[in-house]
């Protein structure tokens, strides 16, 4: 009887499945936005990908917090848990916020800034999706996790730089000419920032879980 009741409960594995899962997501939807801003005839197709892709994941978010609720025994903090699934979700939702923008102001062309950091989300999300199946090891991968975190710390503070740039590039062409597109064009830089940003709490996220682990 034992035997059967442990069979029904979650088991601790699920938690690295949906994570990787959702981390292939979430990279995912960052290869589309990068493609999405090279622009073309294609950029409302990019713009569903990753509406659908938001939507994957929230099913799978959905998914890991019913887990913590009836597993026994998890991996990690079960507060860990729902912070590092909620972070990556934060990530994909900002992805979908800022198509929302680009389909509200109807923008078909992008800055090379807007490219540039578009490379630096695909960047970011690469790094936690190789990140998350470590996590199944953690004493073992520890010094790999703690690497990853720092580079992605790097990618947004280069994302940060490109931000900057990006509008007082926006500001030399249209400040006293054409406000409309500098307010624009400063919202999708401001949007693309966050995105990367939530990498980066993402990558805190395994930090602190590295560091209560090992």
Do not use: W
């Amino acid at each position: 009887m034992l035997g059967l009741f442990r069979k029904l409960l979650p088991r601790e594995d699920q938690f690295f499945d949906h994570f990787a899962e959702h981390s292939r997501t979430v990279m995912e939807a960052a290869e589309a936005l990068n493609t999405l801003l090279a622009g073309g005839p294609d950029i409302e197709r990019h713009c569903d990908r990753i509406v659908q892709l938001e939507d994957e994941a929230d099913g799978i978010t959905r998914e890991v917090l019913l887990a913590v609720r009836r597993s026994f025994i998890t991996p990690f903090d079960r507060g860990d848990i729902k912070d590092l699934i909620q972070s990556m979700d934060d990530a994909i939702d900002m992805m979908h916020k800022t198509v929302k923008t680009i389909r509200l102001y109807e923008q078909k062309s992008f800055d090379p800034g807007m490219q540039a950091m578009g490379a630096a989300v695909v960047e970011a999300a690469h790094l936690v999706a190789e990140a998350i199946p470590l996590l199944n090891r953690i004493g073992v991968n520890a010094h790999r996790l703690s690497t990853i975190a720092e580079e992605v710390t790097r990618v947004e503070g280069r994302s940060d730089e490109l931000h900057d740039q990006g509008l007082k590039d926006l500001f030399k062409r249209h400040g006293s000419t054409n406000p409309m597109a500098y307010i624009i064009g400063s919202e999708i830089y401001g949007q693309l920032e966050k995105v990367v940003d939530r990498f980066e709490d993402v990558a805190n996220e395994i930090s602190g879980i590295v560091i209560e682990n090992v």
